[in-house]
């Protein structure tokens, strides 16, 4: 079975730097996506960036940025310029190609230091 | 696009009640969606995927009686929570479907007394 493991439960980060976030995965499959969420203190889940296993190239969307290794089995979240706003929980999230259903990791708690 | 709206966003009933909580999807037809429960501090707990024309197909450990789930419609789904009890107080969350990627409605907040 596919599982999802996110090694830091809480980060901090001083505001308009750079923080990574990791996450690491275990699947036999070789087509699948994997995504990355932000669930900010409404709970409302917000999709920041998402990656097809198959496209070798890192999926960018503004400040956010994955670093994405699928022989190390590797997914983590780089956010550029951090900002207030982006204080949140983060889950890292792997969907198999053949299965709607997505796993989530346990979420990596972001704070953001003014 | 890809708004998932959610009713009530939060809900307080008394014990032995039912609750129903909408999920639509605003600006797509979502033939499939699904229903999470979320304790606090922990991550999203899949309940059930919901087939529009079809019966729910409900994860283990999630009593379909209990957590009745109806897709009429490509854009409406619903989760009826029967004779409500204090320990099913939770943030409800759905979700539908585009593609491969999965978009979150707002939750309910259900509190049981």
């Known amino acids: 079975a596919q599982t999802v493991t996110q090694s830091q439960p809480e980060m901090s980060v001083q505001e308009a730097e750079t923080v990574t976030l990791s996450c690491t995965y275990d699947?036999?499959?070789?087509?699948?996506?994997l995504f990355w969420y932000k669930q900010p203190p409404s709970r409302q889940m917000i999709l920041v960036i998402r990656q097809e296993a198959y496209k070798q190239q890192n999926a960018t969307e503004n400040r956010f940025s994955v670093n994405f290794q699928k022989a190390a089995k590797s997914f983590s979240l780089k956010i550029s310029d951090s900002q207030l706003g982006d204080a949140a929980m983060y889950f890292c999230a792997y969907r198999s190609d053949w299965d709607d259903k997505i796993i989530f990791g346990k979420g990596t708690r972001l704070h953001i230091l003014p | 696009g890809a708004v998932v709206s959610q009713h009530p966003s939060w809900v307080i009933c008394k014990s032995g009640t039912s609750v129903k909580i909408e999920c639509r999807s605003l600006?797509?037809?979502?033939?499939?969606m699904f229903w999470y429960r979320q304790f606090p501090k922990q991550s999203l707990m899949l309940m059930a995927t919901s087939n529009e024309g079809s019966k729910a197909t409900y994860e283990q450990g999630v009593e379909k009686d209990k957590f009745l789930i109806n897709h009429a419609s490509l854009t409406l789904s619903t989760l009826t929570v029967t004779s409500a009890h204090p320990e099913d107080s939770s943030f409800y969350i759905c979700?539908?479907?585009?593609?491969?990627?999965?978009?979150f409605g707002p939750g309910t907040r259900l509190l049981v007394l």
């Open positions: 699947t036999s499959e070789s087509d699948y996506y």
């Open positions: 979700s539908a479907t585009i593609g491969e990627t999965q978009y």
């Open positions: 600006d797509f037809q979502a033939t499939t």
